[in-house]
C-alpha cells in the first residue's frame, strides 16, 4: 500500500529551526516528484516546496525561498524540509505529497499530487 508519513512538527520561538521528515513507501518514493505543502487554520492549502522525479529540480515558494530547504534520501525513502529562521506566518500543519509516474511541471496546485500525507503540526508563538 503506498503511503506518506510526516514527523517532526513542534513548537518554536520566532528565528528558530525544525526539520520535517517524510517516510514513503519505495515505489511511491522511486517513482514520484514529491513536494510539501502547509495549510494554516481557515487558509487554502499552499505550496512550499517540491524536487521533481526525473531531473531533480527544485521548487520554492517565495515567501520560504533562502529559509528552507527540501531534500531526499534515497537511501531511506524520505524527503525533509529543513526550515531555519521561522516566523509566526509559518506556522501551519504542513503535509508531505506525491505526484506518482507522472511528469510534473512545477504547478504548484495541490490538484497535482496524489498522494498525502496525514500531516504535521508546527507552531511558531509571536
Known amino acids: 500500500q503506498e503511503q506518506l508519513v510526516d514527523s517532526g512538527g513542534g513548537s518554536v520561538q520566532a528565528g528558530g529551526s525544525l526539520t520535517l521528515s517524510c517516510a514513503a513507501s519505495?515505489?511511491?518514493?522511486?517513482?514520484?516528484?514529491m513536494a510539501w505543502f502547509r495549510q494554516g487554520p481557515g487558509k487554502e492549502r499552499e505550496f512550499v516546496a517540491g524536487?521533481?522525479?526525473?531531473?531533480?529540480?527544485?521548487y520554492y515558494h517565495d515567501s520560504v525561498k533562502n529559509r528552507f530547504t527540501i531534500s531526499r534520501d534515497d537511501g531511506n525513502n524520505r524527503v525533509y524540509l529543513r526550515m531555519n529562521n521561522l516566523k509566526p506566518e509559518d506556522a501551519a500543519s504542513y503535509y508531505c505529497?506525491?505526484?506518482?509516474?507522472?511528469?510534473?511541471?512545477?504547478?504548484?496546485?495541490?490538484?497535482?499530487?496524489?498522494?498525502w500525507g496525514q500531516g504535521t503540526q508546527v507552531t511558531v508563538p509571536s
Open positions: 519505495e515505489r511511491l518514493y522511486t517513482g514520484s516528484s
Open positions: 505529497a506525491a505526484r506518482f509516474a507522472r511528469w510534473w511541471t512545477g504547478s504548484y496546485s495541490a490538484a497535482e499530487f496524489d498522494y
Open positions: 524536487i521533481r522525479w526525473g531531473d531533480g529540480k527544485i
